[in-house]
DNA sequence: AATCACTCCAACCGCCCTGTT
DNA sequence: CAACAGGGCGGTTGGAGTGAT
């Protein structure tokens, strides 16, 4: 594929943007909005393309952008979040408000790789240098690597848990991968086309990898809080990985904060018949739990809109949940 | 003061996806 | 179905700024 049309008109201005092009751009925008990028340029009197327009607000005009340097806990989020998401920069922008892809990129490039490597980890695969040499990955997998592909996610998932194993009495749960079981090129969800896998884990587990989002070919997946409890337990609520040993787990229940019930099978296993088909309780702290649900239904999108369904299960939220949202609601379970 | 090396970041480039015709 | 346009994204580049020599 070429160029964009709109490079090749002639005498348009490439480079920095002057204060006096910012100005146009600005009043622009501020009075009748961005509507068509291409025509920006023509309507707001400057010698650009509308991409270049385009970049130049949302990187750097835009009037809800947070300025200055990023604090710690920005960048202990975007490193969290590049655990999960890789370099999917807009993802991981649209958990920091006011930051954007391109300075969380810039930022990551510039200063976030080199610290991990000086603290040993390998900002690819954000394990032990030691353990990527070992592993004979010297050379270190590209950038752009998929993480969360859908044959990969559940194993991307899977490969979080290790650090996710310190003690912990929070109660919410969150997907944060999904095997797409309708990839058409997927053989590894159990015969079943228009299902996904979804693996839930308690983002206290670890402070330092509370990251729930997951992506999958659909796009970012929703955030939900999945409250889990022993009800055998004499009435106690227990966490979910108490409640889910198989060897213990027969005759409970686990309700997420939706109010739907699994109900064990005595065998480690969850059902529900409402949201979900089945729930298997992993020895480890992970549960699966497949959907059968169009991969439409699941489309982000649509979640950004409000809602999103899957055969009996509707999850309302009232907009793009944020990571702080998730890291509060979740102090206060 | 001049030069060089290095860092940082704004902007560009090329590609992909989606919607429209 | 193909062609095209628009928008979005990730990778890369080039230049400004800064510190060292």
Redesign the pocket.
């Known amino acids: ?1 070429g ?5 090749y008109k002639q005498k348009l ?5 002057s204060p006096e092009e910012d100005e146009k751009l600005l009043r622009h925008i501020s009075k009748y909005g961005h ?4 025509s920006v340029p023509k309507l707001a009197g400057l010698q650009r393309c ?3 327009c ?3 607000w949302i ?2 005009l835009r009037p809800d952008l947070k300025r200055g340097a990023f604090s710690q806990q920005e960048e202990n989020l975007i490193i969290e979040l590049h655990a999960v998401l890789g ?5 991981i922008a649209a958990q920091l408000p006011g930051r954007t ?3 969380i ?3 990551w ?3 976030i790789k ?1 610290k991990l490597r000086q603290r040993g980890i390998d900002p690819n695969t954000h394990k032990p240098l030691t353990e990527v040499h070992e592993a004979g990955e010297d050379k270190a997998p590209p ?2 690597v998929d993480h969360l592909s859908p044959k990969t996610a559940v194993e991307s998932a899977s490969s979080l848990m290790p650090v996710m194993n310190s003690t912990s009495t929070s109660m919410g749960y969150i997907p944060i991968a999904a095997d797409c079981g309708s990839s058409s090129n997927s053989s590894s969800n159990n015969n079943n086309n228009n299902s996904q896998t979804l693996i839930w884990f308690n983002p206290e587990l670890n402070s330092n990898c509370n990251t729930m989002l997951s992506s999958t070919s659909m796009g970012l997946k929703p955030i939900i809080d999945l409250h889990l409890e022993n009800t055998s337990s004499s009435g106690s609520t227990l966490p979910y990985w108490e409640a889910g040993n198989p060897s213990n787990s027969s005759g409970s229940t686990v309700t997420n904060t939706n109010g739907i019930e699994l109900q064990s099978n005595g065998n480690g296993s969850f059902f529900d018949n409402s949201f979900c088909q089945w729930a298997d309780l992993a020895p480890a702290k992970q549960v699966q739990i497949q959907i059968e649900a169009e991969p439409e239904d699941l489309k982000w999108s649509e979640y950004l809109q409000g809602s999103f369904s899957v055969p009996g299960a509707t999850i309302h939220r009232q907009q793009p949940p944020l990571y702080s949202d998730i890291k509060s609601e979740n102090h206060q379970l």
């Open positions: 594929m160029r964009h049309s709109c490079c201005r490439k480079g920095l943007w509507g068509c990028w291409s509308g991409k270049s385009r970049l130049r990187n750097y370099n999917r920069w807009s993802q892809d391109n300075e990129k810039n930022l490039n510039s200063c080199k950038d752009n």
